[in-house]
């Protein structure tokens, strides 16, 4: 059985076996989350995301994917990357928002993580509206978690985030 659980705080503060990060197709970096798991992590974390780019990921990491590196001096074993949708008025990007969560939980089954952090993906400099993106997550994570995964702890960075995940789970 999977607990969901809620957090306010900052993601980089979590002591779990398994950190998600809301990453960009490129990898190697960038703002929000991505910035703070990089600065805290350190280099071991870009180190590894370089070879993943001269190996598997030449193009970068495609949209709704996942993959996992160490965690450098964060307190987890592994960082799982993890490249949220940009928003869309126009389109309904919806499914690939699932698969983040759908493929970064699959990754964490297969490491043997037992405890997961999740932001709140494509939230931030992605544009996603919080609410949605709440529904999306908690849907995504009930309906395809490893009972092997204990606990899924969602870390909100604000109220207003925390607010809607608590909404999201009613
Ligand atoms: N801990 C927890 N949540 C955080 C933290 C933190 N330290 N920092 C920000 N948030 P974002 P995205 C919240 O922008 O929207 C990067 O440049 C934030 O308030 O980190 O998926 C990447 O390289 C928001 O609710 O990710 C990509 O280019 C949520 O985390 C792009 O941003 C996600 O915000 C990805 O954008």
New binding site residues.
């Given amino acids: 059985m999977t607990t969901l659980t809620l957090v306010q705080g900052?993601?980089?503060r979590q002591t779990v076996d398994a950190v998600v990060n809301?990453?960009?197709s490129s990898l190697l970096?960038?703002?929000?989350?991505?910035?703070?798991i990089h600065r805290r992590g350190g280099p071991d974390i870009l180190a590894e995301c370089r070879k993943l780019r001269a190996s598997h990921y030449g193009k970068g990491l495609p949209t709704g994917r996942a993959v996992a590196t160490t965690a450098g001096k964060l307190d987890a074993r592994w960082v799982i990357h993890t490249v949220?949708p940009v928003w869309s008025g126009i389109e309904d990007r919806g499914e690939l928002l699932a698969s983040c969560y759908r493929e970064s939980l699959r990754v964490a089954a297969e490491l043997g993580a037992r405890t997961v952090a999740f932001?709140?993906?494509?939230?931030?400099?992605?544009g996603?509206p919080m609410d949605d993106g709440a529904r999306i997550a908690v849907r995504t994570v009930r309906e395809s978690a490893d009972p092997a995964v204990e606990e899924v702890r969602f870390?909100?960075?604000?109220e207003h985030?925390y607010t809607a995940f608590e909404d999201a789970l009613r």
Wanted: no cysteine.
């Fill in positions: 900052d993601i980089t809301a990453a960009n970096g960038g703002g929000g989350v991505d910035g703070a949220g932001p709140a993906i494509s939230t931030g400099i992605f996603w870390v909100l960075f604000d985030a």
